[in-house]
């Protein structure tokens, strides 16, 4: 039987990214949608001709749901969860799963003591650079990484809730699981501390639109992450390695292979010439942030039981708990330990 599913929250990312996967996987049935807004109920029912609700909670009481997937503002992530929990609903959860990390333990809490499965979206993690990223670090391309940098730069303006603080807005929410937990994942590390600054630039709101943190692994790898404003687009990845270098612009990616030469005689900084480097590009292929289709087809396992899901709650609770670290450290400026 397919999975009874419900959207909490029809507009853009409801509407599409999340709608459109499980309306063409027959693993899903799309039971109800619930959404404060007339006009996105109507589009609803027009699409799909199931109920629709302005009130989740009704729809709790109503309808028989197997997965909730809750796309509505970072403020009301926590609460909507937990509630669909303790109904005995699963919960897909969108980025960022919480504001904070003790809403994030409220969700665990609430999933452990109801028993259904809290399934956080953190889409980056099946990003092709990401994974690419990955086959040429388990192959030593660059050597030992020390340090990776990664980046998301824009210079344009938005004027919608992320602007504000009392509904949970701001860059450091709205990109922070898509640029901080790949470089972790990337290295298979554990962030040991966190130095970070925000920023308001060019936003309305009170807001930042702009984050910088410094993570330091417990390995010692340095990991640079950064959502800035910039007229013209960053480098979304540097990988620095002692035997070379991996630079990715959007999908370019050029990898520069080289072993730094040693003196023969080391007063002599003339004779430290390496052999010419080796490079290598290549364009990455593929969705950048996960391709939704591909994820949903792992919710539907995970809802089966066929096999578990690959991102776990506590997972999500350790990109809440950087984000918060950026946070405080900004605010007190003061490196955090985690």
Same mark, same amino acid.
């Given at each position: ?179 901080? #937990?790949?470089?972790? @994942? &990337?290295? +298979?590390? =554990? $962030?040991? /501390?966190?130095?970070? %600054? ?119 609770? #350790?990109?809440?708990? @950087? &984000?918060? +670290?950026? =946070? $405080?450290? /900004?605010?007190?400026? %003061?490196?955090?330990?985690?």
């Amino acid at each position: 039987m397919p999975i009874r599913t419900a959207i909490i929250g029809y507009g853009r990312n409801g509407s599409s990214m999340h709608a459109g996967p499980i309306e063409k996987n027959d693993a899903f049935a799309m039971t109800a949608v619930c959404d404060i807004a007339p006009e996105r109920r109507k589009q609803a029912v027009e699409r799909f001709k199931c109920p629709v609700y302005e009130d989740y909670k009704e729809m709790l009481r109503k309808e028989k749901i197997e997965l909730a997937v809750v796309v509505t503002r970072n403020d009301q992530h926590a609460a909507m969860a937990c509630d669909c929990l303790r109904a005995g609903v699963n919960v897909l959860v969108t980025k960022p799963q919480a504001v904070n990390a003790d809403e994030a333990r409220s969700m665990i809490a609430a999933a452990k003591e109801t028993g259904r499965r809290l399934l956080p979206w953190l889409p980056a993690r099946w990003g092709s650079d990401l994974h690419r990223l990955g086959e040429l670090l388990r192959d030593e391309a660059v050597g030992k990484v020390f340090v990776v940098r990664r980046v998301v730069s824009s210079f344009a303006t938005r004027c919608d809730w992320q602007t504000e603080k009392r509904y949970g807005g701001g860059y450091l929410l709205n990109w922070g699981a898509h640029i901080v #937990d790949p470089p972790v @994942v &990337l290295l +298979a590390g =554990k $962030v040991k /501390s966190v130095f970070g %600054r925000m920023k308001q630039v060019i936003n309305p709101g009170d807001v930042e639109d702009l984050f910088f943190g410094v993570l330091v692994l417990e390995d010692e790898t340095i990991v640079q992450v950064e959502y800035t404003i910039s007229a013209d687009p960053l480098p979304s990845w540097v990988i620095q390695g002692d035997r070379g270098l991996i630079v990715v612009n959007g999908r370019n990616l050029k990898l520069i292979k080289q072993t730094p030469a040693r003196p023969k005689d080391p007063t002599r900084f003339s004779t430290m010439q390496a052999k010419p480097a080796e490079v290598l590009e290549e364009t990455v292929e593929g969705a950048l942030y996960g391709d939704e289709f591909a994820i949903y087809r792992e919710i539907g396992a995970a809802i089966r039981g066929e096999k578990p899901y690959p991102v776990t709650p506590e997972a999500a609770l #350790d990109v809440s708990r @950087v &984000l918060d +670290a950026i =946070k $405080v450290s /900004s605010a007190e400026n %003061r490196v955090v330990m985690l």
